[in-house]
């Protein structure tokens, strides 16, 4: 397959071509032309053309191209799925899922289209208000520079281009550059869905490269960006005057109390949280504190259910756990692990690496201070540690410079909203694992994950520019 990159409603070849890998055989399933600083320009001097159009179109027509989206992308569910499945190592069953979910998330955006307005003040409150009337409304907030990560390479472009259109912001999407084909698909859909020449536009091509060219430029005013911390901090200092957003990783904490409704059923989400996507979910679970009572029965059936993860090529329905991104990301993580056996860490059931793939691990005595527990792992792998009490996993949770969702399993209300009002995460789950998300909820980090807001009216909000205008009646 040969993909071109999409500028102002056209496929464009490059000469400079990329190949892209199914991760698991390693086979090339596509070449993808690769941006040049001619063609990012290109791009930009297309949204900056289309930016009165896309802000003038109507809710009702806005909502109406993000519906007709919604349903190519449905009618290309299986082979979206797959491609996510070769192109990102997914499990099959996995990215039919994300297909699912961006069918659904840009719904919502279509939705929230609908929905967006302002409100009246009482500009009276002030002295100097009297016999005046105000209100605000909400306005497009111009070209929308979106950044996605490799992880889920549909979804998470989904979250930026849905809204972006649904606030009539022409916008470019700069995927993963290991992962550069769903997102690609994703600016078709639209295209063909009507979104006016220019109002979406998708170019593939290296994060330093492509994405700082598009980060730096002044006729950009807002970037969303996905993706780790170190980039996020670089883009934060380097962008200048824009509107940004970020979601940044984290390594999520899961506090199991002494007793719980279902303790195989705990255990059941916990390890689905664990090893989902290989662990390379930002709200993936890495640190699981167990109430020292139930800590040996949690344990053992940690280890069984673990123990029954199949691994295998992602497009096999059967398969669990497929490769890892790419082999260097599987060294890293073998040599992270080994560093902390060197510590003195005890790894119960996986701790081996087959080329790409990372095998499903469990990790008992660790210490708070190693790379496992307290850098983002993204990994098949977890670390599991008793605590004495409800409130100490509490505290240990909350310890850390990332807060992008936490859970807890416990039976006890009041312990449930201890966990809400203490952990600084964007959200808590309770009875529940940090890795669940629906995508219209509110969601965002605290801390080093990034401030950011997202979820279809969040995202919409933050690409809108609040405009407020005041009649004075004392003329
Ligand atoms: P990266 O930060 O490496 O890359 C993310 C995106 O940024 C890619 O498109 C990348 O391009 C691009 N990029 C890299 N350098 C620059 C630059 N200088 N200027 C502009 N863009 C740049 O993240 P990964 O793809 O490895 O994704 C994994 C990370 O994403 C994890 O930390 C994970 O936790 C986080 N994440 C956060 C989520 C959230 O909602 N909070 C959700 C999912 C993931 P290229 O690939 O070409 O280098």
Redesign the pocket.
Known sequence: MEYGLIIGSKNVKTEKRKKVFDKFTGEIIAEVSIATEKEVELALDSALRAKKTMAELPAHRRAEIIFKAVEIIKGKREFLGKLIAMEAGKPIKYALGEVDRCIENLTFAGEEAKRIHGETFPVDASKAGENRYGFYERFPVGIVVA??????PLN?AAHKVGPAIAAGCPVIL?????TPLSGIELIKAFVEAGVPEGGVSVIA????V???M??KDKRVSKIS????????E??TK?AGLKKITM????NSAVVIDREVYDLNYTVKRCVLGAYYNQG????SVQRIYVHRDVFDDFLELFVNETKKQVIGNPLDEKTDIGPM?SEAEAIRVESWIDEAKDEGARVLTGGKREGVVYHPTVIIDAKEDMRIVKD?L?APAVVIMPVNSFEEGVERADNSEYG?QAGVFTKDVEKAMFAFRSINTGGIMINDIPSFRVDQMP???NKG??L?R?GARFAIEDMTVLKAVIFNFNR
Do not use: D, M, W
């Open positions: 950044i996605s990560p490799f992880n889920f998470l700069k995927p993963a550059g290991l091509g290296s994060g330093s492509v994405g700082e598009l980060i960006f996905t993706g780790s911390r170190e980039v996020g670089h883009i380097t979601e940044l990783g984290s390379q979910v930002c709200i991104i983002e993204f992008l969601y965002g980090g994950s990034g950011g997202e």
